[in-house]
């Protein structure tokens, strides 16, 4: 069955490029409303924002997403992670400006609020997406891919010249709630190089040593170092889960991501989407149910951070 948030939940923070004070409030939605963001600091007709691949207004450096009127909420990934990896299909994300609070930089905080809550098992059987075909996109040496699976399979390579980072892959089966308990905790990363180049163009204002991993060559220069030795990577695959998301409905297949990003992830959404015989929408049944995304999560399940 579909499932929303038992009762809301706040979460406070500053935003990570505008460097503002945020407010983002998980609030319960009925079955068939899918996720969506809703600025409260704007009129109630413009204020509402789905969580579609349709509404992606590209960025380099965040998802963000856009309505027909103008209105804009970025940085939404990590929150939207935590919401597919504990299984939640319905609800409205209230914020109070333009930007989803950064926290740690991972969506272990949304993933305890949400999970803190309960889940709600509403009286309509779950869609979800089964992909039928390949689809890949490409832009350079980067490419992501869409494969046919039983489950959401996550699949990341990355390379970077810095030696703390280097070369790192990893595969996940995200049946099972493995979500929760290996990616949640996995932060936003960057070299120190790229934070200096952000500042200097107005951007990352709010970016700080203890939101997001900081690297310079070898070095971590974030405290205490690294929550796993592969964090990089893990925060990647954690990204695509939150923008995968952005489907509309939980997806059965083999995502492969290589120097893959946001953009990317937006572009194989956009591409599956324009070739509709390369899915089918299914209703789940029983054991289709349980290959999904948040399936057997348990609140003793979340990692302990630093």
């Known amino acids: 069955m579909q499932t929303t948030i038992k009762t809301p939940v706040s979460f406070e923070g500053v935003g990570l490029h505008s460097g503002k004070p945020a407010r983002a409030t998980i609030l319960p939605a009925a079955a068939g409303h899918g996720i969506a963001f809703r600025r409260s600091d704007m009129a109630p007709d413009h204020a509402m924002i789905p969580a579609l691949w349709s509404n992606v207004r590209q960025s380099p450096l965040c998802t963000l997403l856009e309505n027909r009127y103008g209105a804009t909420v970025s940085t939404v990934e990590h929150i939207?992670?935590?919401?597919?990896?504990?299984?939640?299909?319905?609800?409205?994300?209230?914020?109070?400006?333009?930007?989803?609070?950064?926290?740690?930089?991972?969506?272990?905080?949304?993933?305890?609020?949400?999970?803190?809550?309960?889940?709600?098992?509403?009286?309509?059987?779950?869609?979800?997406?089964?992909?039928?075909?390949?689809?890949?996109?490409?832009?350079?040496?980067?490419?992501?891919?869409?494969?046919?699976?039983?489950?959401?399979?996550?699949?990341?390579?990355?390379?970077?010249?810095?030696?703390?980072?280097?070369?790192?892959?990893?595969?996940?089966?995200?049946?099972?709630?493995?979500?929760?308990?290996?990616?949640?905790?996995?932060?936003?990363?960057?070299?120190?190089?790229?934070?200096?180049?952000?500042?200097?163009?107005?951007?990352?204002?709010?970016?700080?040593?203890?939101?997001?991993?900081?690297?310079d060559g070898a070095r971590v220069l974030s405290p205490g170092g690294l929550r796993h030795d592969d964090e990089a990577v893990r925060h990647k695959m954690l990204d695509a889960v939150g923008d995968l998301g952005l489907a509309g409905m939980p997806i059965l297949g083999h995502y492969h991501g290589f120097r893959a990003g946001h953009a990317l992830t937006n572009d194989l959404l956009c591409e599956l989407f324009s070739r509709p015989r390369s899915f089918e929408t299914l209703l789940c049944d029983e054991t289709t149910a349980a290959r999904l995304p948040g399936v057997g999560v348990h609140w003793g399940e979340i990692p302990a951070v630093a």
Do not use: Y
Request: proline content about 3%; hydrophobic content about 45%.
């Open 80 to 215: 939207m992670a935590a919401l597919i990896g504990c299984g939640i299909h319905n609800a409205i994300v209230e914020i109070d400006g333009p930007e989803i609070p950064i926290l740690d930089g991972s969506s272990a905080a949304f993933v305890r609020g949400i999970l803190s809550r309960g889940v709600q098992h509403l009286g309509t059987p779950v869609s979800a997406l089964r992909v039928l075909e390949t689809v890949e996109v490409r832009r350079g040496q980067a490419w992501a891919r869409l494969t046919p699976h039983d489950s959401l399979m996550i699949e990341f390579d990355i390379e970077f010249e810095d030696a703390a980072i280097g070369s790192q892959k990893k595969t996940l089966n995200m049946s099972n709630g493995s979500f929760v308990r290996e990616l949640s905790t996995s932060r936003t990363f960057c070299r120190k190089a790229d934070v200096d180049m952000m500042r200097s163009n107005g951007l990352a204002l709010g970016g700080t040593l203890e939101n997001a991993v900081v690297v």
